[in-house]
C-alpha cells in the first residue's frame, strides 16, 4: 500500500515535469499496476488537484491588491495618455509635413546616386569592352584590305586576351561565333590567291624559263671568252684573294656587263621580277598560323605534280621547228627555277627530297620525250639546234643544282640520230654531185685555175707539173667535190660534239667513226649506185675508177685534218683510222666488174645483130659486117682504158675476148638452129680469123706471145676441125695431152657434126646433079654417119666415167 502511494507520487512528478506530449507512456504505467490502481491514481490525483487549486488562491489573495492599484493608476494615465496620442498625432502630421521636401530630395539623391554607380559600372565594363571592339574594328579593317596574316594574329589576341574578359556579353559570343567563320574566309581567299599563283606562274614559267636559259648561255659564253683570255694571259702572276680572281677579271665582266646592256637595252629578269610570290608566302604563313599547315604543303605539291604533268606533256608538232623545242625546254626550266625559288625561301613547304623526286621524274618523262620526237627529225640542222637547246637546258639547270648527266646520255643517242640525218643529207649531196659530173678530166687553162683546184683538193703529180698550160688533171670534177663535202661533213659533227663535256680525244674518236660511216656506208653506197646505173657508160666507169683512186689517196689528208681539228695526235692510242681504202678500193672493183659486165652487154648487143645465112653454099669472102663493127668498137674502148691501171684494161679485154669467143661457139651450138651449111661454117670461120687477128694485134698492152689469142682456142680448133675434115686425126688422138684438137669436146663436135650433116642433107636433096656426086655425097654421108656414131659412143663413155 505505502509503495503504490510512492509510486503514485512518483508518477503525478513525472507528469507536471513531462511534456504532455510525452505523458502517455507515463499514464500507461497507471494500468499496467495492480487492480484497482487506477481508482487509487485517480483519487490521488484528485487530491493533487485541490492542493494546486488552494495554492492558486492564495496566491491571487496576495496579490489582488496590488493588482487594484495597478488598475487604478492605469485609469489614471488613461486620461494622460489620450492627451499625448492627440499631442503625438498633431507632431507626427507636423512632421510628415515637413519631411515630405526631405524625402523627396532623399529619393532623387538615391536615384542620382544609382545612376552615377550604374554609370560608374557602365564606364568600367566599357573600358573592358572597348579594346573588344577596337581590335574587332581593327580585325574588319585587316580583313578589308587583305592583311589577312594580321588579320589572324588579331582574331588570336582577340580569342586569348580580350573575350574572355567580356564573355558575359552577347555580342562578344557573336564575335566567337564569327571568328571561326572569318578563319574560313581567309583560308578560302587565301586559297583562291594561291590557286591565282599558280595559274601565273604556269602562264609564266616559258618566260621564266627563257630568261634563265638566257642568263645561263650568256653566263656560259661569258666563261668561255674568259677561259680564252686566260689562256693568252697564262704566265702572268696570279693572285687569288678569299678564293677570288683578281680585280680585273672583274672589271672585264663590268664591261661586257655594260656592253651587252647597251646592246640589247633591257633589264635581265628573274624569277621574283616575273611572278608576285607573295600569295604563296601569305597563304603558307596563314596555314601556319591556323595550324593546318600539311594540308597546305600537300595541296601545293599536289598542284604543282599536275602541273608538271601538263607541262612535260610535249606538243604533237613539236619536233616540226626549234621553236616548238624551245618553249617546251623553257616551260620545264620555268617551273624547276619556280620550285627551288620556293626551296630556299619557305622552310618545309618543298624540301630537297621532294624537288630531286620531281626532277627524276620529269627527267624520265622529258628523256622519253625527246628520244621520240627526235627520232622524227630528218633535217640535221633542226637536230643541231635540238642539241644546242639541249646543252643550254642541262646547264640551266645544273646551275640550280638539278643532276642532268642522263641528259648528256641522251645526247650521245641523239648523237646517232645525228649522224644519220647528215648520212641521209649527204647522201643527197652526193648524189647530186654524180649526177652533175661528166666524167672527164679536169681541163685548167692556166695556173690561178690550177692551184683553185689544188685548194680545194690535195693533188700532187710531178710529171703533170713539169706540163705547160692548158693541161688536164685525171680526176674529174666530182673529185675536188666529194673532198670538200666529207670535210664539211667532219665540220657538221663536230658541230654536234662542242659542248658535250668530252675529251678531245674521246671528240677525236668520234669523228672519226661518223666519218667512217659516211665513207663506208654512205658514199660506198652512193658509188654502188652510181656504177649500177644504166646510162653510166664504159667511159664514165673508166672513171670513177680513177676518180677513186685519187680519194682513196686523199683519205690520209683527211685523217690529218681530224687531227688538225682536235688536237690529237694520229699515234695516241685508240685511235681510229678512215676506212677510205677498203671504201674506194670496194667501188673500183665494182665498177671493174660493171666494165665487164657493160662490155658483154655490148659484145651481146652486136652479136644480136648477126645474120648468117646457115644455109649459103659459099662464104661472102669477107668476115660480117656486125663482127668488123664490133671489133672496132673493141678497139676504140679499149684505146679509153690506158689510164686505168694496167690489170684492170688487161683483165677487161681478156673477159671481152672470152666472153666474144663463147657467144660465138653458143650460136654455133643454138638449138633452135637445126642445120648449118659447110658454106656457113666457112663464113663462120672467117668472123673467127678477124676476132683472132684482133687478139694478136695486142689492142691493150701487156699480153705476153698470144695470151690473149687464147680465149678463141676453143672455137679455132673446132672450126679447123671441120674445115680440114680431120675426123680421123681427132678420133686417134682423143685424149692425148698432144692432141692436135685437144681443145674439142666430143658433146660439142657431135653437135656442130649433127646440123653440118643435116645441112648437107638438105642441100643434096635440093641439089638435081649427076649421080656420080650424089654417090660422092653418099659416102660422106655414111663417113658422118660413122664418125657420129663414134663421137656418141665417146660422149657415152664420158658420161659413164663422170
Known amino acids: 500500500m505505502a509503495e503504490s502511494l510512492a509510486e503514485h507520487e512518483r508518477i503525478l512528478q513525472e507528469i507536471e515535469s513531462t511534456d504532455t506530449a510525452c505523458v502517455g507512456p507515463t499514464l500507461r504505467s497507471v494500468y499496467d499496476d495492480q ?33 487594484v492599484d495597478a488598475i487604478t493608476e492605469l485609469l489614471k494615465v488613461r486620461a494622460d495618455a489620450g492627451k499625448l496620442k492627440v499631442q503625438v498625432t498633431d507632431t507626427n502630421r507636423r512632421l510628415q509635413d515637413a519631411g515630405k ?165 633591257e633589264e635581265v629578269l628573274t624569277a621574283h621580277d616575273l611572278v608576285d610570290f607573295s600569295p604563296v608566302y601569305r597563304c603558307l604563313h596563314i596555314y601556319s598560323v591556323l595550324g593546318d599547315g600539311e594540308t597546305f604543303e600537300n595541296y601545293y605539291r599536289k598542284q604543282r605534280r599536275k602541273q608538271a604533268r601538263l607541262v612535260l606533256q610535249p606538243q604533237s608538232s613539236m619536233h616540226e621547228t626549234v621553236e616548238g623545242y624551245r618553249r617546251y625546254f623553257s616551260q620545264i626550266v620555268g617551273f624547276f627555277v619556280v620550285e627551288d625559288h620556293i626551296l630556299h625561301v619557305t622552310q618545309g613547304l618543298v624540301t630537297r627530297a621532294y624537288t630531286d623526286e620531281l626532277w627524276n621524274m620529269a627527267l624520265s618523262k622529258i628523256i622519253a620525250v625527246l628520244r621520240t620526237h627526235s627520232s622524227y627529225c630528218t633535217d640535221p640542222d633542226l637536230v643541231l639546234e635540238l642539241k644546242n637547246l639541249i646543252v643550254v637546258f642541262a646547264d640551266t639547270l645544273q646551275g640550280y643544282g638539278f643532276p642532268v648527266n642522263r641528259l648528256f646520255d641522251l645526247l650521245f643517242e641523239i648523237r646517232d640520230q645525228y649522224n644519220e640525218t647528215l648520212l641521209k643529207k649527204w647522201a643527197g649531196l652526193f648524189r647530186d654531185i654524180f649526177e652533175a659530173d661528166n666524167y672527164s678530166p679536169i681541163p685548167v687553162a692556166n695556173e690561178e685555175e690550177y692551184k683553185i683546184v689544188i685548194s680545194k683538193f690535195p693533188f700532187q703529180d710531178p710529171e703533170l707539173d713539169k706540163q705547160s698550160f692548158p693541161k688536164k688533171l685525171p680526176m674529174s670534177q666530182s673529185v675536188p667535190q666529194i673532198y670538200i663535202q666529207v670535210k664539211e661533213f667532219i665540220y657538221a659533227s663536230l658541230k654536234f660534239s662542242e659542248s658535250l663535256h668530252r675529251s678531245s680525244t674521246e671528240i677525236d674518236d668520234m669523228l672519226r667513226k661518223s666519218t667512217n660511216l659516211l665513207l663506208t656506208r654512205t658514199l660506198s653506197s652512193c658509188l654502188q649506185n652510181l656504177i649500177k646505173k644504166p646510162h653510166i657508160g664504159l667511159t664514165e666507169l673508166v672513171q670513177i675508177i680513177i676518180n677513186t683512186t685519187h680519194l682513196e689517196q686523199a683519205c690520209k689528208y683527211l685523217e690529218d685534218f681530224i687531227t688538225n681539228i682536235t688536237n690529237i695526235s694520229q699515234e695516241t692510242v685508240h685511235t681510229a683510222r678512215l676506212y677510205g681504202l677498203s671504201t674506194f678500193k670496194d667501188a673500183r672493183h665494182a665498177a671493174e666488174g660493171e666494165i665487164y659486165t657493160k662490155l658483154n652487154q655490148k659484145i651481146d648487143e652486136f652479136i644480136q645483130l648477126a645474120d648468117y645465112d646457115w644455109t649459103m653454099s659459099e662464104p661472102a669472102g669477107r668476115a660480117s659486117g656486125y663482127l668488123m663493127d664490133l671489133i672496132n668498137f673493141l678497139r676504140s674502148t679499149f684505146q679509153v682504158f690506158t689510164h686505168l691501171p694496167g690489170k684492170v684494161a688487161q683483165t677487161a679485154c681478156m673477159s671481152a675476148c672470152q666472153h666474144l669467143s663463147t657467144s660465138l661457139m653458143q650460136m654455133l651450138l643454138d638449138s633452135e638452129l637445126k642445120q648449118i651449111s659447110m658454106g656457113a661454117v666457112q663464113q663462120f670461120n672467117l668472123d673467127v680469123i678477124q676476132c683472132e687477128l684482133f687478139a694478136s694485134s695486142e689492142p691493150v698492152p701487156g699480153f705476153h706471145g698470144d695470151t690473149l689469142q687464147l680465149a678463141f682456142i676453143d672455137l679455132r680448133q673446132l672450126l679447123d676441125l671441120f674445115m680440114v675434115w680431120d675426123w680421123s686425126t681427132y678420133l686417134a688422138d682423143y685424149g692425148q695431152p698432144t692432141s692436135k684438137y685437144l681443145r674439142v669436146n666430143p658433146s660439142t663436135a657431135l653437135t656442130l657434126l649433127e646440123k653440118v650433116h643435116r645441112g648437107m642433107k638438105d642441100t643434096s636433096k635440093k641439089n638435081n646433079i649427076f649421080a656420080q656426086f650424089r654417090k660422092n655425097d653418099r659416102d660422106k654421108q655414111k663417113l658422118i654417119e660413122t664418125v657420129v656414131k663414134q663421137l656418141r659412143s665417146l660422149v657415152n663413155g664420158m658420161s659413164q666415167h663422170t
Open 35 to 67: 487492480p484497482n490502481a487506477h481508482q487509487r491514481f485517480m483519487e490521488k490525483l484528485d487530491a493533487c488537484i485541490r492542493n494546486h487549486d488552494r495554492e492558486i488562491e492564495k496566491m491571487c489573495n496576495f496579490h489582488h491588491q496590488g493588482f
Open 101 to 265: 521636401e526631405v524625402i523627396a530630395q532623399t529619393e532623387e539623391i538615391i536615384r542620382c546616386r544609382i545612376q552615377q554607380r550604374n554609370i560608374t559600372t557602365v564606364v568600367e565594363k566599357l573600358q573592358l569592352c572597348l579594346p573588344v571592339l577596337e581590335m574587332y574594328s581593327k580585325l574588319k579593317e585587316q580583313m578589308n584590305v587583305k592583311r589577312y596574316y594580321s588579320a589572324l594574329k588579331t582574331m588570336e589576341q582577340l580569342e586569348n586576351m580580350y573575350l574572355p574578359r567580356v564573355s558575359q556579353y552577347r555580342f562578344c559570343q557573336i564575335m566567337i561565333e564569327n571568328l571561326p567563320k572569318l578563319r574560313e574566309e581567309i583560308k578560302e581567299i587565301s586559297m583562291s590567291d594561291l590557286k591565282d599563283f599558280l595559274e601565273s606562274i604556269r602562264k609564266h614559267s616559258d618566260k621564266i624559263g627563257e630568261t634563265a636559259m638566257k642568263q645561263a648561255q650568256q653566263q656560259k659564253t661569258f666563261n668561255t671568252a674568259l677561259q680564252k683570255q686566260n689562256n693568252v694571259n697564262y704566265g702572268r702572276n696570279m693572285h687569288v684573294i678569299n678564293g677570288r680572281v683578281p680585280e680585273p677579271k672583274y672589271e672585264i665582266t663590268s664591261k661586257r656587263t655594260l656592253e651587252e646592256e647597251d646592246e640589247h637595252e
